[in-house]
């Protein structure tokens, strides 16, 4: 294992433990990073999110989960904070649940965060509700543009307009919502804004009252874009 002297001064400095210090630089993404890079991005790490109101445990405790954010270019994650913060108006408050409830966060562009806000609001969706969903919920910036735009499709061709900005509809595949949803329809039960929960019921729980899988119905029903075109 390569043995980083001045990474591991400062690292303790922070308040890392050996045994933590050995636990990132073992990391095989951390390890290919020479001391120098690893070094500033430590101090760059450190000075960004104390500046949103981390404390120094907290970081540590997130820089062991993911380690491999200490590879990423500081400039990169100047870009993304300032972005958040000037561009997309999220407080500083905000970004730190942001960064807490989801670190890799911090990988995406400052491109892609806006492109996808941007898209979203033009969906038709408000954006103060969308900076609360996604100060909660943030794992939405990774969801590619497509997969937004098709859920966000599915949901208003059948009246559930909100329910998109929920971290169950996010979660669950279109396809899978589609099939459930038409099942419904087969057996002439009307999925509204008041029983939309139907249709983020478990697997185990589905099948036992229906006697089939989530497998089952997608071969049944399956998805496509002309059928989230079509009135239901």
């Known amino acids: 294992m390569k043995k980083y002297k001045l990474l591991g001064n400062d690292m303790k400095a922070y308040g890392y433990t050996s045994s933590d210090i050995e636990q990132i630089t073992s ?23 104390t500046s949103l109101g981390f404390e120094n445990e907290e970081i540590i405790t997130i820089s062991k989960k ?3 954010l200490l590879t990423l270019d500081p400039n990169h994650v100047n870009q993304t904070i300032s972005c958040m913060l000037k561009k997309m108006r999220y407080t500083e408050e905000n970004i730190k649940t942001m960064i807490t409830r989801f670190p890799r966060i911090l990988y995406l562009t400052e491109e892609s965060m806006v492109q996808k806000m941007n898209r ?16 909660n919920f943030p794992i ?13 499709a599915f949901f208003n061709s059948v ?10 509809a996010i979660m669950q595949s279109v396809e899978l919502s589609y099939a459930i949803y038409m099942f419904f329809k087969s057996i ?14 478990s697997e185990s729980f589905f099948k036992e009252q229906y006697g089939k899988s989530f497998s089952q119905l997608m071969e049944e029903y399956p998805y496509n874009t002309d059928a989230i075109k079509r009135r239901h």
Do not use: R
């Open 27 to 49: 990391n095989p993404s951390v390890s290919k990073m020479n001391e120098d890079f690893l070094v500033t991005a430590v101090s760059n790490l450190f000075k960004l999110l």
């Open 66 to 68: 993911i380690p491999e």
């Open 120 to 135: 979203i609001i033009n969906l038709g969706y408000d954006s103060n509700e969308l900076k609360d969903f996604t100060v």
């Open 140 to 152: 939405l910036y990774i969801l590619t543009i497509e997969n937004i735009e098709d859920k966000a």
């Open 159 to 168: 009246g559930l307009h909100k329910i998109f900005l929920s971290d169950k």
């Open 188 to 201: 002439g039960i009307d999925i509204n804004i008041g029983n939309s929960d139907w249709l983020f019921q």
